[in-house]
Nanobody, 128 residues
């Protein structure tokens, strides 16, 4: 079965950095074939798509993290990453790794309905 496992969360001061990782397994086809994304959900807020990376390595980011976060993938290791720099208190949330639904999805979509499989989440807390 599909399994996604996030790691790398923690507590940091504003301006600090964290690197999240997501180990993927159980895919029917090659990991490199799938659209992958990072989502986050702050307490009392809706889940939002932070970043996505398509099979052709094109990326998409929510406006609030552009220039600070970088999504990448290592297809040889079946691993997804999110490098987070210049962290702000408003970045505090549970961060989830996700894989898109089967079938062709064009472009690095960050839409919730395009994703089917989710990790358990990892907490990121940024203090001021």
């Amino acid at each position: 079965q599909v399994h996604l496992a996030e790691s790398g969360g923690g507590s940091v001061q504003a301006g600090g950095s964290l690197r999240l990782s997501c180990a993927a397994s159980g895919f029917a086809y090659a990991y490199s074939d799938y659209l992958m994304g990072w989502f986050r959900q702050a307490s009392g807020k809706e889940r939002e798509g932070v970043a996505a990376i398509a099979s052709d390595a094109t990326t998409s980011y929510i406006d609030s993290v552009k220039g600070r976060f970088t999504i990448s993938r290592d297809n040889a290791k079946n691993t997804l990453y999110l490098q987070m720099n210049s962290l702000k208190p408003e970045d505090t949330a549970i961060y989830y790794c996700a894989r898109a639904r089967g079938g062709l999805i064009r472009g690095p979509s960050r839409r919730l309905p395009d994703y089917k499989f989710w990790g358990q989440g990892t907490q990121v807390t940024v203090s001021s």
